[in-house]
């Protein structure tokens, strides 16, 4: 870590913990060395030394690091530089910690792939993606026959009788080339309206056979992304990362404040852009597929997320009368939005629905199926935000709970996604107070997530080292004690560092679930129902899938109801994009899921605030309500 | 003209011929430092110190000259020095000679503009340009009606019912300021179309009350300009240059060769784009109009100068079957032509006929009403090619002659176009053998144009001076002499240098106007007519205001018939190019004329040879089709 040395300048090794060894060259950061050699660290202020993701440890070897961004004095004095900003100055061992590692859950992906060629064949449609392709044979041009390709091409769509057609300047460009490579045999790529069919490529012949659709979840805390072979409707690989615009703020309020205050669009805008081109470019990398035959992107999020990600001003969002840019959108082009597949790939884009609840929610009201179903459904998507959709075939009401990003492990100390090393699930021994962990890989644990968070917190309440109003008892158990931020209680002792949730911790998951419990409430009394009317709950969310049902009542964010009716769907916002990208019917579902839902705007409720202020207790002040729990506490 | 001197650097002076001083900092050179303040030089190398063309004499002070690009060793030795690579080193004086100032037609503008607006009122038609503008009024969005502004704004199309209206998806961005801008007063801005009409922008209702448009007529030697202003259809200015693309040849077929085999396309179509977009800009900033003010840009040129505009490749133009991209083109934007007006204003370009007639020829035909007349017309449109349209109202026929550009002035020696400095008119004395010269601008010559080439030859026919074969006699005049290039026949004794055409210009003459009287004679001849059954020709082309019909006819160039038949026109590719820019039913008629006009190849004509080498004969072997030249050779 000295200076840069006089010695002569040649080619040096980094050497992994695996063994691997990996050349670099003079004054290259060990990050871009490493990416191109397809290892991928974590960054979300694209590799400018500032957020401190791709941190990593060096273990023998001298290096030049030009910042040590934010990394704790411990941290350093450990040996741990920042891959971006440091180089080798000769050959080096380094170790490389999980949570600096791009996540790919190629595990997941397969398993998830099969569900959803399912869940898609059983919505009864066939594929028929944005875009169609329609083969077509020009006759040569001849000295009797010297129209130009332009007119040639025209005048085969008239004999084949295609209808109208709208050719954009920019396909001229090229079309020369294109109409000669494969002895006049071209193929359309077409996109389907009302008026006018636009055209969107002519491809040679020859080429072009496969091709592959994006389906994008834009969460305010998390990306998902899959890449699907758009032939047969199977999903190839499965990339998600933290959305790296929570540098400019955890929650959407705060982001438009620094786009629009600050003046800092642009860059929170690339912020999105850039984490889903490194999802999309890692797996097209590591699939051998060129970006060019991607053909299409579908895209869901909150109106912020999908105002941000189409750098759309979203200040009007924040400020009466609550109004984004649009609900719907026309389709863009991967090109304008800076997207690395084909330029030309459309780009669809879910409409929502009001200010604070968008495409994510349309698209995963699509996935649950809950607009087609007769019985009285209660759809809750727990990320950042937490929306709600109460309905059924007839009518759907929906409200934004303005939950906070917590469950995702953003505001918590030591929290994280459901990834690998995650702490998923706890429990605590009533005698000994003894913890027993369950980590997501059945790996060393590096945080907790959601789950885990609901887990500790109602545990630590049935054994009273938690009171009703989030506070810990220090002589309740030897895991209590005194950290920087007060009261902590010790979830896990590692040799590296503690996993603990600390007092502050605890008051965010408290707000949080207050929150939604507060919003289904007052979302049954404007529509006149009560708990009781709740024929069905469909949990969807990043968490959703390890969330334990009976623990999320005790903390009280989940209503006292029989067990049965809860179903998890996990992340419905990615399985709708999905199910979109590989149908117009369901594109058309899909809009008019959004024209059909009524928004329910809650602060303007009179009782919401009292529901909310009621819900900070665990399980809440009317235990009455939480009969279950009551007994339990009983007990 | 040293190197760097080690003095300190402060600001320095540059002192034109007319006293003018314009200040000047270190190392910025004389072409940036005069262009900021207002005076353009002409280059067509962008500056890189190749094309020659920004010549200026240093009378005395230090400068730092990079190269003397095309600069001739006696010129260097004058003190010549390149603008684009020399920087003062300290206060000089300078001149710069006219040939290096950029013109700008200012006197011919004003007086061009009023007959143009008397030709587009006798057209019948009312102004209607490429867009047509719609104010809207929408209702601001309260707590009870906050729809999106995107829907907010459809729904007030709907309630116009202003029809099918496409928004492209880049209309999003800026919608929320544009609409809140003058209270949710906005204009709408939409391009007619068959199907379903396209909204090109939308601007705040306070703003963007007048607008101007751009006609362009870009041909192989030269470009023209006219700004015109949309809403009363004056013409504000007008502009014109050498075409920049000459360096890369200066025929269309070379420029496709450079283009494809040389893989040049990219440079040589940003060559004209510069081209027009500095004439635009000095225009724009003499008029202080601000670039985003301009509306549309309409654009006339020949095949392979419209391909190469719009960057497509022409190689298939020139091998058989002869075929271009497009004859018929969708709409560009500018942006995506890189034209510096507002980037989402529409292009329009000009129909093609085939590979070798295109827009320029369809603006002219338009222009002149042939297509509109009862009687036999021959129109002529004398430039770089020299393409001929035969034909009325029932029917026409079109052919391409490869006259080459020399009427123009490029291949002459001493050429140069019709403006300030050109000698346009020559007169032999019969006895004394003494020139009398008339210039353009009645100024010192600084060449000879296109017209004073055909005066010269045809007075030095007539005085035997020069032989029907196109030889000069040296013992005829003591003006012939012997030059670097063989005989040449001095026109003017100038102080700096003289002004001659030699027999290679005269070789280059004859060939051109043989190309065009035998395309004549081809396309009669292939229709069933002969001279006597025109009833009126049409000149074209930019030197036709000058020409002497007379002399024309001695030299063979144009058919021995009643002058009162001839008429010139002028340049009507930018004639027509304006009037399209006015009304959509005048574009209409455009793309009719297009596909009316039937092309005839001359080359595969069994009779084109012995046409054309008869032709270059002055005034042609058979000198019985020239009754009254026949008559002046006997008197």
């Known amino acids: 870590m000295s200076g840069t040395t006089g010695k002569e300048i040649k080619n040096m090794k980094i050497v992994l913990e695996s063994g691997r060894e990996i050349t670099s060259s003079p004054r290259t950061t060990i990050l871009e060395t490493l990416k191109g050699d397809g290892v991928y660290l974590t960054t979300s202020c694209a590799g400018n030394g500032t957020c401190g993701k791709c941190k990593v440890l060096v273990k023998s070897g001298s290096v030049n690091s030009e910042s040590s961004g934010k990394l704790s004095e411990t941290e350093t004095r450990s040996g741990y530089v920042l891959a971006c900003t440091t180089s080798p100055e000769g050959d080096i061992h380094i170790e490389i910690p999980k949570e600096s590692i791009m996540t790919v859950e190629g595990k997941i992906a397969v398993e998830t792939s099969k569900n959803l060629l399912s869940i898609f064949k059983s919505k009864g449609v066939s594929i028929d993606p944005l875009t169609r392709r329609t083969p077509l044979q020009l006759p040569p041009p001849?000295?009797?026959?010297?129209?130009?390709?332009?007119?040639?091409?025209?005048?085969?769509?008239?004999?084949?009788?295609?209808g109208c057609m709208r050719i954009p300047f920019r396909l001229l460009r090229g079309l020369a080339a294109t109409v000669r490579e494969d002895n006049w045999n071209i193929i359309l790529s077409?996109?389907?309206?009302?008026?006018?069919?636009?055209?969107?490529?002519?491809?040679?012949?020859?080429?072009?056979?496969?091709?592959?659709?994006?389906?994008?979840?834009?969460?305010?805390?998390?990306?998902?992304?899959?890449?699907?072979?758009?032939?047969?409707?199977?999903?190839?690989?499965?990339?998600?990362?933290?959305?790296?615009?929570?540098?400019?703020?955890?929650?959407?309020?705060?982001?438009?404040?620094?786009?629009?205050?600050?003046?800092?669009?642009?860059?929170?805008?690339?912020?999105?852009?850039?984490?889903?081109?490194?999802?999309?470019?890692?797996?097209?990398?590591?699939?051998?597929?060129?970006?060019?035959?991607?053909?299409?992107?579908?895209?869901?999020?909150?109106?912020?997320?999908?105002?941000?990600?189409?750098?759309?001003?979203?200040?009007?969002?924040?400020?009466?009368?609550?109004?984004?840019?649009?609900?719907?959108?026309?389709?863009?082009?991967?090109?304008e939005l800076k997207l690395k597949t084909r330029p030309s790939a459309p780009v669809?884009?879910?409409?929502?629905?009001?200010?604070?609840?968008?495409?994510?929610?349309?698209?995963?009201?699509?996935?649950?199926?809950?607009?087609?179903?007769?019985?009285?459904s209660l759809f809750m998507d727990i990320g950042t935000n937490g929306e709600i959709v109460l309905g059924n075939s007839e009518f759907m009401v929906t409200a934004a709970c303005s939950a906070g990003p917590c469950f995702e492990g953003s505001g918590i100390k030591h929290g994280m996604r459901a990834t690998e090393g995650a702490i998923e699930n706890i429990k605590i021994n009533r005698e000994t107070r003894e913890l027993t962990l369950k980590v997501v890989g059945d790996t060393k644990p590096i945080?907790?997530?959601?789950?885990?968070?609901?887990?500790?917190?109602?545990?630590?309440?049935?054994?009273?080292?938690?009171?009703?109003?989030?506070?810990?008892?220090?002589?309740?158990?030897?895991?209590?004690?005194?950290?920087?931020?007060?009261?902590?209680?010790?979830?896990?002792?590692?040799?590296?560092?503690?996993?603990?949730?600390?007092?502050?911790?605890?008051?965010?998951?408290?707000?949080?679930?207050?929150?939604?419990?507060?919003?289904?409430?007052?979302?049954?009394?404007?529509?006149?129902?009560?708990?009781?009317d709740i024929q069905k709950v469909y949990i969807a969310g990043g968490f959703g899938k390890f969330l334990d049902i009976e623990k999320a009542i005790i903390l009280g964010m989940l209503p006292d109801m029989p067990r049965e009716k809860f179903e998890f769907l996990g992340n419905t916002s990615i399985v709708g994009a999905y199910l979109c990208s590989l149908s117009r019917d369901l594109r058309d579902e899909a809009e008019d899921i959004a024209s059909k839902m009524t928004y329910l705007e809650l602060s303007t409720s009179s009782t919401f605030m009292d529901e909310y202020v009621s819900g900070l207790f665990i399980p809440h002040t009317n235990i009455d309500a939480f009969p279950t729990v009551k007994a339990l506490i009983e007990k």
């Not at 890449?227 to 982001?255: C, H, K, P, W």
């Not at 579908?298 to 840019?325: C, H, K, W």
């Not at 560092?497 to 408290?510: F, G």
Request: charged share 25%; aromatic share 6%.
């Open 142 to 162: 001849t000295l009797d026959d010297n129209i130009s390709d332009m007119e040639r091409f025209k005048r085969e769509l008239a004999v084949k009788e295609l």
């Open 190 to 335: 077409t996109i389907k309206s009302d008026d006018c069919d636009e055209i969107t490529n002519i491809f040679p012949g020859g080429r072009q056979t496969d091709r592959f659709g994006v389906a994008v979840d834009i969460g305010t805390t998390t990306l998902a992304l899959y890449l699907i072979d758009l032939e047969d409707g199977n999903v190839i690989d499965v990339a998600s990362t933290y959305n790296s615009q929570m540098r400019f703020g955890d929650d959407v309020i705060t982001r438009i404040v620094q786009a629009t205050e600050n003046n800092e669009l642009d860059l929170i805008n690339m912020a999105v852009i850039n984490d889903i081109n490194n999802m999309l470019t890692l797996i097209l990398n590591n699939r051998g597929i060129d970006p060019d035959k991607v053909d299409q992107v579908v895209v869901a999020g909150n109106p912020t997320m999908t105002q941000l990600f189409l750098s759309l001003d979203p200040s009007a969002i924040r400020e009466e009368p609550y109004v984004p840019t649009a609900n719907t959108f026309p389709l863009a082009y991967a090109g």
């Open 348 to 376: 669809y884009i879910f409409p929502s629905v009001a200010s604070y609840v968008g495409g994510d929610i349309v698209s995963g009201v699509l996935a649950s199926g809950i607009h087609k179903k007769e019985e009285l």
């Open 447 to 532: 945080g907790i997530c959601g789950s885990g968070m609901i887990d500790a917190i109602s545990e630590m309440f049935l054994t009273g080292i938690l009171d009703q109003k989030g506070k810990l008892h220090k002589d309740e158990s030897r895991s209590v004690r005194f950290g920087p931020d007060g009261l902590e209680y010790l979830i896990y002792a590692g040799e590296e560092k503690d996993i603990v949730l600390a007092e502050p911790d605890i008051e965010n998951i408290l707000r949080a679930k207050a929150a939604i419990h507060a919003g289904i409430a007052i979302l049954l009394s404007e529509v006149g129902f009560t708990f009781d």
